[in-house]
Structure formats: C-alpha cells, structure tokens
C-alpha cells in the first residue's frame, strides 16, 4: 500500500480539471495575443477564466494577474511593491515560506530596506500589539505575513493585519498560497493590497498561478518582454494552464464546506490516533480547528534513534510525507519554522497533510506503520 500526505507540497491533478485541460489542449493552440481567429479564442479562454475568479472572489477581473507560480506571484508583489512605491522599511515574520523571507532578506542584503521581524510564540502565532509597535515606528511600511504557515498551519487574522495596515498606511502582502480554495476569500471586503495562488495547491495543474492586486494600488510589470495581461506579465500566457486553475478554484468552491468537514475529520481523527498509540507524541503550531489549517498537521515524534532516517523509513513504508527537524547549530539544514517557535532539535518531526482524496484507512496505515517505527526506534 502507497500513500499520499503530502498535499501541502502539492496535490493530485483533479480529473474534471484534467478534462477540462484536456479539451483545450486538442482544440486550442493559437496564440492569445494574436489578433485572428485562432487568437480570439484563445483570448476568450483566458478572459473567461479570469472572470471566474474574479467571481469566486468577489472582486474585478481588473485586479487578477495570471503567473507561473504562486512563487513569482509573492516576488511580484514584493520586488515591485516595495521599489515602485520607494518603500523603505518591511516587516514579516520569522516563519514566512522562502519564496518571502529570502526575497524581502535579498532586498534588505543589497540595501534597498531595513527588514523587521515581529514577533511569535511558541505556536507561530503573531504577536499583533508587537506588529502595531512596528507599524508605529516606521511610517509606510511593507507587510509581508502569510494566511496560513505551510509548515505548521498557523492562521493568521487577515482582517486584523488588514485594519492595522489601512490605520499606518501601510502595504499588506499576504500569501495565501495554502488557503486559496480551502478558504472563503472576500476580496471587496479584506484590506490586503496582494493575495496570491498556485493552482497546485488546490487539486489543479503545475506551473501556473495568480496574483491578486487591489485596484487601490499600482506597480510595473516584474518581468517585461509583452504586453500580455495589460501589460502586467509580459510572456505568453500558459492557456491550458489558466483554464485548469479556473476549474480548479470552481471546484474547491463549490465543495469547500463538504471538503472542510472531510479533511478536519481526518486530522482530528489522526491526532487522537497518535496519541493513544504513539507515547510522548505532542503538535506543532496551533491545533484548536479555529486557528489552525485543516490541511497540515505537524506531529513531533520522540526522541529516537536514527531521528534523522524517520522519513526515509516512512517512505520505505509506503507512506509520502515531508517536514524535518529544527536546526541545532547554525550550519545545520533544518525546518526554519521549527527553529523559529523553538521545536526541540532532537525530536523528529513530520508534516502530513490531507486532501479532499485522503481516507480513515489511510490514516489507520499511517498510525501502524509510525507505532512500528518509534517501537523500534526507542
């Protein structure tokens, strides 16, 4: 038996997106940009897409701005965010994914801002009041927090960022690469200037993402070359792409609330699981339902022999996961998450996260085949 947990990475291509693909792929080659026939209707593909999205997330089709990856997205906004509007200061948080971090830190290296870091706890949980002093400080500031930690599944409160932003007139960047079409988004409504998606992420194809960009704000394009998306994104639009992510984000969409209560189940499912069969097995990042992702849960195994080979083993056992341990010297390459809510370097941890695919069985698997290995491992 082989089983797939690892949906935080990516997901499984969902076959009616596939279909969707699919008749696009045998029917539509011409170029978008072209001004013929065969052009049109490629166009008319793309646009329509757009729409969908804009529907789905309550906003203008204006403001959405397709892309190759939810990585280029995150870099768009804050490259081109921070410099067109001759931004000095930046906040994140420690926990961010490296498509942020290392971006807003490659910016801060090379002179262009002062980078600040607010502070968390031991959940990853923001401290707002610490995010308020910063704000304070440093007039029109650029904020960086993402909705949901790809590691650990701590939530962020999108409107409380949102409010503290608009109060200090600051830029808000948020990643919701883990939350697009897990979560209801009302961009008429949040006060973010950039949201961002991987279609990946929601059960739709690689290499193809968006960047939400509030009308409210204005940058130019990141990467030149044409004049596609109004002359945001120049490059070709990858067509087949675009229509399988719109498909995708309607699915999610149409059965988030049945999807929700599915996974959750199978989270709550696992960790009562653990913790009746796996002696001294504790969680890291939130756990409470309200706070925490659905999707990801980061169990923190006891120390054992050989920490290291654990998800090798697991994989040896038929079982797709990811995570990592915390950092323990400064040369060591480990989980920065980990290390950042002060996880113990000597305590393996795994990350599993479900889809909309993932059954009870598997999570019953799971539980036996990580009882076997901490036995052995004790």
Do not use: W
């Not at 403001?63 to 410099?83: K, L, M, P, W």
């Amino acid at each position: 038996m082989r089983v797939y947990f690892d949906n935080a990475a990516t997901t499984p291509l969902d076959p009616d997106v596939m279909k969707e693909m699919y008749k696009v792929m045998e029917s539509q080659f011409g170029n978008p940009s072209s001004i013929h026939a065969h052009g049109r209707e490629a166009r008319t593909l793309i646009e329509r897409s757009r729409k969908t999205i804009a529907g789905l997330l309550h906003t203008s089709p204006a403001e959405i701005f397709f892309t190759s990856s939810g990585t280029e997205a995150d870099n768009t906004a804050i490259r081109c965010g921070i410099i067109d509007h001759k931004i000095t200061h930046a906040i994140t948080s420690p926990t961010e994914h490296h498509a942020v971090l290392h971006t807003l830190e490659a910016m801060e290296k090379s002179g262009v801002i002062k980078l600040s870091l607010v502070n968390i706890d031991s959940k990853g949980v923001i401290d707002y009041d610490h995010l308020e002093t910063l704000l304070k400080e440093n007039e029109r500031s650029f904020v960086s927090l993402m909705h949901a930690n790809n590691e650990i599944g701590t939530l962020s409160d999108m409107e409380r960022i949102g409010d503290l932003c608009e109060t200090y007139n600051a830029i808000y960047h948020c990643d919701t690469v883990q939350t697009m079409g897990h979560y209801q988004h009302d961009l008429s409504k949040l006060k973010a200037h950039f949201l961002v998606c991987a279609a990946h992420k929601l059960h739709g194809p690689k290499g193809v993402g968006f960047l939400h960009i509030n009308h409210k704000i204005k940058i130019k394009p990141f990467i030149y070359g044409g004049a596609q998306e109004r002359n945001m994104r120049g490059g070709t639009e990858n067509i087949y792409g675009i229509v399988g992510l719109a498909k995708s984000l309607e699915l999610a969409y149409s059965e988030m609330e049945q999807h929700q209560n599915h996974i959750q189940g199978l989270k709550s499912y696992m960790m009562e699981q653990l913790i009746a069969h796996v002696p001294g097995v504790s969680f890291n990042g939130e756990t409470d339902a309200e706070k925490s992702l659905y999707t990801v849960l980061n169990v923190s195994f006891p120390e054992m022999e050989m920490s290291d080979m654990l998800l090798f083993n697991l994989d040896i056992a038929g079982i797709s996961a990811s995570g990592g341990s915390a950092c323990s010297s400064g040369s060591d390459i480990g989980s920065h998450v980990l290390t950042a809510i002060g996880a113990s370097s000597s305590r393996p941890s795994v990350r599993f996260s479900f889809s909309k695919y993932n059954t009870k069985e598997e999570v019953d698997f799971v539980v036996a085949k990580v009882r076997e290995l901490c036995a052995v491992n004790v």
